[in-house]
C-alpha cells in the first residue's frame, strides 16, 4: 500500500520570499514521487519527478523538490515565490498502475 | 497537441438522471484514468484502464461505469445521477509502465467536467 500526506491545508507566503511546500510519503519500495499544480477551473498539471538517487529535483517555473528518505518526505520548494504562483499543489506517489494523491496545499503568494 | 480533452464542461443532472462524460487522448498512450475531485479530499480514483478492452476498478466505483473504447477514449457513464456525485471529473492518461515496472510517467490531466446532481 501506498500513501502520500499534505500537512498543511494552506501556505501564505509574500512575493519574493522562498516557499515550501510539504509532502511525506509511506510506500514500500522505490518510492515514484510527483508534483503536480492545478490552477482554477484547469486541470492538473505535471510539475517535476522524483528521479532515483538525485535529492534535489528540478522542475518546471523554477520549481525543485527535496527528497529526504530518511524523513520519507518530497518537499516541493522554490528561491522566489511569485505572485503568479498562487494556485492548488498536489503531491502524488504512482504505484502499480495506481496513482494516489495527497489532499491539496493551497499556496498563497502575497503582493 | 490537444493532449486529453473532455466534454462537456459543465452539466446539471436532476437525481436519477444518466450521463456519460467523454475522454480522448491523442498521445498514443495505453492507461487512462478517471477521478473525481472534492474539496478537501483531493483526486479519487474512480476507474483506470491500463490498454485498450481492459477496467478495472478504483476507490470509489460504485454508481459509475466505464467503456474503454478504443485506444483513444475513455467514457465514465452516470446510470442514475446522485446528489453526492456532485464534483469535479477529471480524465487523466499516462504511459504504460511496461515491461519494466518503471511508474516515472506522469499523468496528463483534461480540464474537467464540473457535474453538479440537484
Known amino acids: 500500500a501506498q500513501s502520500v500526506a499534505q500537512p498543511e491545508d494552506q501556505v501564505n507566503v509574500a512575493e519574493g520570499n522562498p516557499l515550501t511546500v510539504k509532502c511525506t510519503y509511506s510506500?514500500?519500495?522505490?518510492?515514484?514521487l510527483f508534483w503536480y499544480v492545478q490552477y482554477p477551473n484547469r486541470g492538473l498539471q505535471f510539475l517535476l519527478k522524483?528521479?532515483?538517487?538525485?535529492?534535489l529535483v528540478k522542475g518546471s517555473y523554477g520549481f525543485e523538490a527535496e527528497f529526504n528518505k530518511s524523513q520519507t518526505s518530497f518537499h516541493l520548494k522554490k528561491p522566489s515565490a511569485l505572485v503568479s504562483d498562487s494556485a492548488l499543489y498536489f503531491c502524488?506517489?504512482?504505484?502499480?498502475?495506481?496513482?494516489?494523491f495527497g489532499t491539496g496545499t493551497k499556496l498563497q503568494v502575497i503582493p | 497537441n490537444a493532449g486529453v480533452t473532455q466534454t462537456p464542461k459543465f452539466q446539471v443532472l436532476k437525481t436519477g438522471q444518466s450521463m456519460t462524460l467523454q475522454c480522448a487522448q491523442d498521445?498514443?498512450?495505453?492507461?487512462m484514468y478517471w477521478y473525481r475531485q472534492d474539496p478537501g479530499m483531493g483526486l479519487r480514483l474512480i476507474y483506470y484502464?491500463?490498454?485498450?478492452?481492459?477496467?478495472d476498478k478504483g476507490e470509489v466505483p460504485n454508481g459509475y461505469n466505464v467503456s474503454r473504447l478504443n485506444k483513444r477514449e475513455f467514457s465514465l457513464r452516470l446510470e442514475s445521477a446522485a446528489p453526492s456525485q456532485t464534483s469535479v471529473y477529471f480524465c487523466?492518461?499516462?504511459?504504460?509502465?511496461?515491461?519494466?515496472?518503471?511508474?516515472?510517467?506522469?499523468?496528463?490531466f483534461g480540464n474537467g467536467t464540473r457535474l453538479t446532481v440537484t
Open positions: 502524488a506517489g504512482r504505484g502499480y498502475q495506481k496513482v494516489t
Open positions: 510506500v514500500s519500495g522505490n518510492p515514484y
Open positions: 484502464s491500463a490498454s485498450e478492452g481492459t477496467t
Open positions: 498521445m498514443n498512450h495505453n492507461s
Open positions: 522524483y528521479i532515483t538517487g538525485d535529492n
Open positions: 487523466a492518461s499516462s504511459e504504460d509502465p511496461g515491461a519494466a515496472r518503471s511508474y516515472n510517467s506522469p499523468l496528463h
